[in-house]
């Protein structure tokens, strides 16, 4: 967008004023192993009394267990898993007053996911992925989570498995992050941001990254590629600040030069982020062959909850 857009067009929640209250839903899992969704939303409750926690849980529909299942046992079977997923709730920190389970038949756990969490008007669905911080394994975001950023029927934050573990109990220390290219698609996940670190009661870090330069290493002497990349630098710098500025956002900027994820993700380490935030340009079927996404790149690696909001 032109740098002449008027501020008053973008709903930016300023830090120094009540944000609003929000309605988190959490896809939870009855697995021990994958708790951390359920204890960064006792954060965020924590930091907001105000705010809802709806505990969502997809069960298979009863027609597809018919006839191995009666009404008469599914309903008993609904009240238990709802009695377990309240249970968990309330362990890992969420009060009673905040939070309602809400159970969900679908043959598909991210469309009913999806589905509930549109149908509700959550603000965020917060969901777990397969890989433990530090680690790299063959499946990283599980079949679930990968869908539902493919969906984003809402913001979708992505959270480690081992989140709130006994090593690291709470957030990092560090700001909200959010990556921005300058274009119309970050926009509403600079609001998100805003709005998180108000909650939070963090600064929030802007980080607009310039391609790096592959071209001519080999021939080009030192001094004047560094040069060169010291006035790239800082011409994102003057746009970044520009960008800002012309939407009424008050806070500390980074600019970085290389891959996007990469540089996101050792930001993120080194600041020790609470939340990194990104958008999402929701890539077809067909570009996701050819272009790698760097909202799933980041919610599959990053040590924190990693936030990924729709474009509009």
């Given amino acids: 967008m032109d740098e002449e857009d008027d501020p008053s067009d973008h709903a930016w929640v300023p830090s120094s004023e009540q944000p609003p209250p929000f309605k988190w839903a959490i896809g939870v899992e009855l697995d021990e192993d994958h708790l951390g969704p ?54 890992e920190g969420l009060a009673e007053s905040q939070v309602r389970v809400e159970l969900v038949e679908d043959d598909e756990v991210e469309h009913g996911l999806a589905e509930v969490s549109r149908r509700l008007g959550v603000d965020a669905l917060i969901v777990g992925r397969r890989a433990k911080r530090d680690e790299d394994p063959i499946v990283r975001l599980g079949e679930v989570t990968r869908r539902l950023l493919r969906k984003l029927p809402v913001p979708i934050i992505v959270t480690p498995p081992d989140f709130g573990s006994a090593d690291e109990p709470d957030i990092g220390s560090g700001p909200v992050i959010v990556g921005v290219d ?21 600064p929030l870090l802007l980080a607009h990254g310039t391609p790096a330069f592959s071209w001519g290493v080999s021939y080009i002497p ?21 960008w800002a500025l012309s939407r009424g956002i008050s806070a500390d900027q980074h600019v970085f030069m290389g891959d996007p994820a990469k540089m996101l993700l050792a930001l993120a380490r080194s600041n020790d982020a609470a939340v990194l935030v990104t958008g999402s340009r929701l890539l077809g079927p067909v570009e996701r062959l050819f272009l790698s996404s760097v909202s799933s790149e980041l919610a599959a690696a990053a040590r924190c909850p990693v936030a990924v909001v729709p474009g509009d």
């Avoid at 960064?40 to 930091?47: D, I």
């Avoid at 009394?49 to 599914?74: F, I, K, M, Q, Y």
């Avoid at 300058?182 to 963090?202: I, M, P, Y």
Wanted: proline share 3%; with cysteine.
């Fill in 38 to 91: 359920l204890r960064f939303a006792a954060v965020l409750a924590r930091a907001d009394p105000r705010d809802v926690t709806l505990g969502l849980h997809v069960l298979p529909s009863h027609e597809l267990l018919h006839p191995l299942v009666t009404h008469a046992e599914a309903a008993q079977i609904n009240e238990k898993v709802a009695n377990r997923v309240a249970g968990l709730m309330a362990r």
């Fill in 182 to 202: 300058l274009s119309e698609h970050c926009d509403a996940a600079v609001a998100f941001a805003n709005t998180l670190a108000a909650k939070l009661g963090r």
């Fill in 222 to 242: 030192t001094a004047s590629m560094e040069q060169l990349q010291a006035q790239t630098r800082e011409a994102a710098a003057d746009k970044l600040r520009a």
